[in-house]
């Protein structure tokens, strides 16, 4: 039952009035979640600082911790950010879609400085959600999205999934159904030497065939993007990796049965990357559910290639010690 203190969250549909009806909303400093083709975003106008630290508030999130700024299309991208040849080659292969680039921040973009976490740099994609682009061009400006859940918490992939943890904290969610790619965008950084800052949507091995040479970000390496806090995406019951399924716990399995029993539930039974990457969240949420107050999770190792580099960097930080 929905708390009597809180105000109430407005559902959406994802069409003409539902739009206008969210793009009212955000144009006057609140908040709306949303569905992109990675998960769902809970945007705030990027350029409103109380509209950012609504964000902030909401999700309980640390404000060191820089947030993604969503845009149309390139040109409205060049407002924000400075591009090199490196990134207009990626943006070109690979936008609209789950990439986010880190790039030099411009001067006088009025972002707010919440967003950068007061970096020099700035986060920034173009969403391929036909959705999340209405949306963008129904406000007429950037959003500020990170993922539309409290910060540590399991990301959303539906938008029942937004409204279990912020219903009552945002002012509405368009309903745009289950998101697709099912991971956050992959980050790579460009402000300097290319480094993938975090595993996503788009796979590592795209990108080097495209600009060559990526470094992987190290442990201990300042905070320079988002998503790269060591515990995130985390369920309340312990997860356990790598891991062949123990009496008692809830098993997310991947691939074909095995001979050690099979699996409560299962990322994806052919073994499909891209499946598994898109029931990640959900699954997780689920074993969580089935888990219980006592209840302990155990995953299947993935393969740690394409997708699957993006779905083991979840699960790590799904797993590590809490805070």
């Avoid at 060591?230 to 997310?252: C, D, F, K, T, W």
């Avoid at 969240?281 to 219980?292: I, K, N, V």
Wanted: glycine share 10%.
């Amino acid at each position: 039952m929905p708390d009597p203190a809180l105000p109430l969250t407005e559902s959406l549909s994802p069409d003409a009035p539902g739009l206008a009806r969210a793009a009212a909303i955000l144009a006057k400093g609140g908040l709306v979640a949303f569905p992109t083709e990675t998960v769902y975003g809970l945007g705030g106008d990027a350029k409103n600082s109380l509209a950012v630290a609504g964000i902030y508030e909401a999700k309980g999130r640390p404000r060191f911790n820089p947030l993604i700024v969503h845009v149309a299309d390139l040109a409205m991208a060049e407002r924000f950010a400075l591009f090199d040849d490196r990134a207009r080659a990626v943006a070109a292969a690979f936008w609209p879609g789950p990439l986010t680039l880190v790039l030099p921040l411009l001067p006088d973009t009025g972002l707010s400085p919440l967003v950068t976490a007061e970096l020099d740099t700035v986060a920034i994609r173009i969403p391929a959600h036909p959705v999340a682009q209405a949306l963008i061009r129904a406000f007429g400006g950037p959003l500020a999205a990170p993922s539309a859940n409290p910060s540590g918490k399991v990301s959303p992939t539906r938008a029942e999934h937004v409204a279990q943890g912020l219903s009552g904290r945002i002012a509405a969610i368009v309903d745009g159904g289950a998101c697709a790619v099912g991971v956050e965008s992959t980050i790579l950084g460009l402000a300097g030497p290319a480094t993938l800052l975090r595993p996503g949507g788009v796979a590592l091995e795209a990108l080097e065939a495209l600009i060559g040479p990526v470094a992987l970000r190290q442990t201990g390496d300042k905070l320079s993007a988002p998503g790269q806090l060591a515990s995130h995406y985390a369920p309340a019951a312990p997860l356990r990796l790598n891991a062949q399924p123990a009496a008692g716990e809830v098993h997310i399995g991947f691939g074909p049965d095995t001979a050690a029993g099979p699996a409560t539930l299962n990322l994806s039974p052919a073994g499909d990357l891209a499946e598994a990457a898109a029931n990640l969240f959900h699954m997780l949420r689920e074993a969580d559910r089935l888990a219980g107050p006592q209840g302990r999770i155990s995953a299947a190792p993935i393969p740690n290639e394409g997708l699957g580099r993006a779905i083991n960097d979840r699960l790590a930080r799904a797993a590590a010690p809490r805070p």
